[in-house]
């Protein structure tokens, strides 16, 4: 029985510090040049505008492109459980905010993070781009930019969303285990 206990409160002890580490990652802006700032989607509320956690990852990726940090921003998202297009809803918030819609561009085939990463990559492949900077939550930074990575993007910045709630006592373990599996998978 000792031994299980010790068992159990070293890998406890063990998720608590991998947890720790992707947090402070996240949290840690870099601030750099990138061809393209990359925005994940999120919920859209029923009267089709983004969810204020949405809202914030837009208005990070809208600060980073008004320091021209980068001429582009690519939004990804796909047709969520609301019914609507996550992209288009994210597109619309940013023109309301004087991003010129030739300075946007729209996936609304990220149904995963996985995806968005894929799509992105294609997109910037095609245009000769070769460097992103990535914009969502802090607990999500990590892994996004690791599939980015694996879908031979080079992130060359990140930053995190100043969102805070309480899902996130859900959603930081969740990407614990989610950056363990994409890690673990070739």
Do not use: C
Not at 69 to 98: C, H, N
Not at 102 to 107: H, K, P, R, V, W
Not at 112 to 136: C, K, P, Q
Request: charged share 15%; aromatic share 8%; net charge positive.
């Amino acid at each position: 029985m000792r031994k299980i206990i010790l068992l159990g409160s070293s890998v406890a002890g063990l998720f608590l510090l991998a947890t720790a580490a992707l947090v402070l990652a996240g949290l840690n802006d870099k601030l750099a040049p990138a061809d393209v700032i990359v925005v994940p989607g999120n919920t859209i509320l029923p009267d089709g505008t983004p969810s204020p956690r949405l809202q914030a990852r837009l208005d990070v990726a809208l600060q980073q492109f008004q320091a021209h940090r980068a001429p582009r921003i690519l939004v990804s998202g796909a047709t969520g459980k609301e019914g609507f297009d996550e992209a288009a809803s994210m597109a619309r918030y940013l023109q309301s905010r004087g991003v010129p819609s030739s300075a946007i561009l729209e996936d609304n085939q990220g149904w995963t993070t996985e995806a968005t990463a894929r799509n992105a990559a294609a997109l910037m492949h095609e245009h000769g781009w070769t460097t992103a900077m990535v914009a969502t939550q802090y607990f999500h930074v990590p892994r996004f930019k690791l599939a980015l990575e694996r879908s031979g993007i080079a992130v060359s910045g990140q930053v995190h969303a100043p969102y805070f709630e309480l899902r996130d006592l859900y959603s930081v373990p969740r990407e614990t285990v989610g950056y363990a599996v994409y890690f673990a998978r070739p």
